[in-house]
């Protein structure tokens, strides 16, 4: 049932009524997943541009601000870790914050 643009479903058990809304039609939300390297570069050189400062961050090279952190390859790479595997994804899928150290 439709009333205002709100679908209106009935709970059969309760016998409540809720209203929702379609979710719109947004460019670039659909299936296709980025790729860890896509959400990388998001999180560091494609943020630091949406911001005041994004020639000062965003990226490592001289004369440039960053915060470091070491991780422990150990805890990423345990209990096994295909040497196919991509180093990047390794990271970003396995590391954890404890065994990490800001620097």
Do not use: N
């Amino acid at each position: 049932m439709y009333s205002c643009g709100l679908k209106h479903r009935q709970d059969a058990d309760r016998g409540e009524h809720t209203a929702f809304a379609d979710p719109p039609d947004v460019p670039g939300m659909d299936d296709i997943v980025p790729t860890a390297a896509q959400v990388f570069r998001m999180a560091t050189s494609g943020g630091a541009r949406t911001t005041a400062f994004g020639d000062t961050i965003g990226v490592i090279a001289e004369g440039k601000a960053a915060d470091m952190v070491a991780i422990d390859w150990r805890q990423v790479s345990y209990p096994y870790l295909d040497h196919d595997f991509p180093l990047l994804d390794a990271v970003l899928l396995r590391a954890k914050k404890i065994g990490a150290c800001a620097a």
